[in-house]
């Protein structure tokens, strides 16, 4: 490999948080492998170039449904091996929790691996138990049911379970126990033989998670039964005699779990209570541990917020373990072990792909060329002038410190109207001036202080990208979660600019400027020179979990332009092509009637062409025109047509 694509590789870290997925061509372009170690793969410049031949450009969202195969293998085969060491003598099943990622494809593409390890769904609500509900599942595999539940939710599940599916109604709450016995009771009257569903309790443990998401568990926390409840709801069970419903027992201390040491708190807590009530005579057989496991976002290994400090093979080994010891300590059976893993499972399948539109300048530029400073101008423009003629890698910290003091009484005097525009103006530029070169002395030392890393950021471009941070990231607007980016071209060649992103949203939040960082976050990101007249275009990696369910419509921009791409020994193959949102879809969704917006268009106009103010021919023209455009994309249009 050049040096030049190895130390762009490096710098932004993919081999830290690629996970074996990606890396970078001779070309320099980035290249998506569909298992770790695979070396076929798909070059991504030359995908955004195909869609674009076909009318299909960025903002895209990639979806690369091999990389969910990929992770579902990666964690079985890690269960599997710990099964196998520690001799466990239960099973490992995963259920797919929806709320993840409820995108049909990302379903389907889950089952249809994961039939092969029984593995089954998660619902959290009535629409995803819907959805579930049609959905092909092997006979071993399970539909379990959490989050608060009402009467309908729960007739829902006992249909679920006449035709014949395992389901799990997980009991977050009292209420819903009584609806479920009641309908028990509604069902077994009709047909004595119907399947009824399997109950499960939510257990609310007193070990916490660690993270963003540290409030999901500990006593405080929203869901699960206090150990009292748990107790009255086997009592209540046992009153009807159908104690034998319950046969799971549940616990999910939260997402993103970012320190292993929680996780096994958990665990060991967990598998004690699964042990003592086990020992109360009720034949539980399931122990579903929650989601939870982590994806080293910044591929830093650490317990950081946008990190992990553990693999699958680790995961695997302390959940195995630690369950195996409790229960052979307590004398119980190995339980079927579940696992809820929805983040793990899809975060690195799906990518954005953006082109930079733009830059923003920020930094005052000078449009007339060399200052000239003369006798007659204010004191401080000379002063300011004097600094930047002398500022050198000894004095630059002083001067630097200056200059801040001259800007302030530049604009303290033009507001006081003691100086002109154009003496602000010169005043402005020298600042700037200085700044700049400032900022390169201090850059040559080895340390850099605090203020002048604060001064990178406030002289880096700001690259316009076309997209909406609210759509497709919006846990970095709502969580500062990080997500890797990259240029999907050009790795062979040295990034020489920093930069911030802007995105094309109204709003000063729609910014990204924390950037993933082995050993910190970083403020600015390397990127490449805009070439006028030639595209540039970055992928926001890792978007597979959570971004794209929970991101909103803010100024009404839809959903990016998709398409499923496939890799094999010869390339990529594009599977299929979905169009983003028109301007249609967003409208109707703020509850306009577009053939209203359309019709009282038209009325408008030929109201002018009866008073004569313009002629039918251009009614007419325009009237088309703005009936076509309800079709337009809701992103920007590329500038340049390379
Ligand atoms: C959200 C959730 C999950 C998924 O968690 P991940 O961190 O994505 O693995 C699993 N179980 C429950 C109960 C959840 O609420």
Not at 143 to 166: C, M, P
Not at 239 to 259: A, C, E, N, P
Not at 285 to 312: H, I, K
Request: glycine fraction near 6%.
């Amino acid at each position: 490999m050049a040096k030049v694509i190895e130390q762009t590789a490096e710098k932004y870290g993919i081999e830290n948080w690629g996970a074996g997925y990606f890396s970078i061509n001779r070309k320099g372009n980035l290249v998506v492998h569909p298992s770790e170690g695979d070396t076929s793969g798909a070059d991504v410049k030359e995908i955004i170039d195909d869609l674009k031949r076909r009318g299909i450009h960025p903002p895209v969202l990639l979806r690369f449904p091999q990389l969910i195969v990929a992770q579902i293998r990666k964690l079985q085969r890690a269960f599997k091996n710990a099964i196998r060491e520690y001799e466990y003598q239960g099973r490992h099943l995963c259920v797919y929790p929806m709320k993840v990622n409820q995108n049909r494809f990302v379903v389907e593409e889950y089952l249809k691996e994961g039939a092969k390890y029984d593995f089954g769904l998660e619902a959290g609500s009535k629409a995803e138990l819907y959805a579930a509900l049609a959905m092909e599942q092997t006979e071993d595999s399970l539909l379990i049911l959490n989050g608060f539940k009402d009467e309908e939710f729960i007739r829902l599940a006992f249909a679920g379970a006449t035709a014949g599916k395992s389901v799990v109604i997980v009991i977050e709450k009292m209420s819903e126990l009584e609806h479920t016995l009641r309908l028990v009771n509604e069902v077994s009257k009709r047909n004595s033989n119907a399947k009824l569903p399997m109950l499960g309790i939510r257990v609310k443990l007193y070990s916490k998670g660690s993270g963003r998401w540290e409030k999901s568990g500990g006593e405080t926390a929203k869901f699960g039964l206090t150990t009292t409840e748990i107790l009255e709801v086997i009592k209540q069970l046992k009153k009807v005699g159908r104690s034998d419903m319950l046969k799971l027992l549940h616990f999910h201390i939260g997402s993103q779990l970012t320190d292993i040491k929680r996780i096994k708190s958990a665990i060991r807590e967990a598998a004690r209570v699964y042990a003592k009530i086990r020992a109360l005579g009720l034949k539980i057989d399931y122990l579903d541990v929650g989601g939870g496991m982590a994806v080293d976002y910044d591929g830093s290994r650490t317990s950081f917020e946008s990190s992990a400090n553990y693999n699958a093979q680790e995961f695997a080994n302390d959940v195995i373990y630690l369950i195996k010891t409790v229960c052979d300590e307590e004398n119980v059976p190995h339980p079927t072990i579940i696992q809820e893993s929805g983040r793990y499972m899809t975060a690195y399948h799906a990518m954005l792909i953006v082109n930079v539109q733009d830059e923003i300048e920020t930094v005052v530029e000078d449009f007339a060329d060399p200052i000239v400073v003369t006798e007659d101008d204010p004191q401080v423009v000379k002063e300011l002038y004097d600094l930047r003629e002398t500022i050198n890698g000894k004095n630059y910290r002083e001067y630097y410190h200056d200059a801040l003091e001259n800007r302030e009484e530049l604009f303290t005097m033009f507001n006081l109207g003691l100086i002109s525009l154009e003496d602000r103006g010169k005043g402005e530029v020298l600042f700037w001036d200085i700044c700049e070169r400032a900022d390169y002395f201090a850059h040559q030392k080895k340390y850099v202080s605090e203020d002048f890393n604060e001064l990178r950021r406030l002289l880096c471009a700001k690259y316009l990208a076309n997209f909406s941070v609210f759509r497709s990231v919006p846990d970095n607007w709502a969580l500062e979660q990080l997500f890797p980016i990259i240029p999907i071209h050009k790795l062979n060649k040295k990034p020489t600019e920093y930069a911030t992103l802007c995105d094309i949203t109204c709003d000063s939040d729609g910014v990204i400027e924390k950037f993933v960082d082995l050993h910190d976050v970083k403020n600015v990101l390397e990127l490449h020179k805009l070439e006028k007249g030639e595209p540039y275009y970055l992928a926001i990696m890792l978007i597979g979990a959570y971004q794209e369910v929970m991101g909103n419509s803010h100024n009404l921009f839809g959903f990016p332009h998709e398409a499923h791409i496939y890799i094999d020994k010869d390339g990529y193959i594009i599977k299929k092509v979905i169009h983003g949102s028109t301007l249609a879809d967003m409208l109707k969704q703020a509850k306009y009637d577009v053939s209203h917006l359309q019709e009282s268009f038209r009325r408008n106009l030929e109201e002018k062409v009866r008073k004569g103010e313009i002629s039918q021919a251009d009614c007419d023209e325009l009237i088309k025109f703005y009936e076509k455009k309800a079709n337009s994309y809701t992103y920007l249009l590329p500038n340049c047509k390379a």
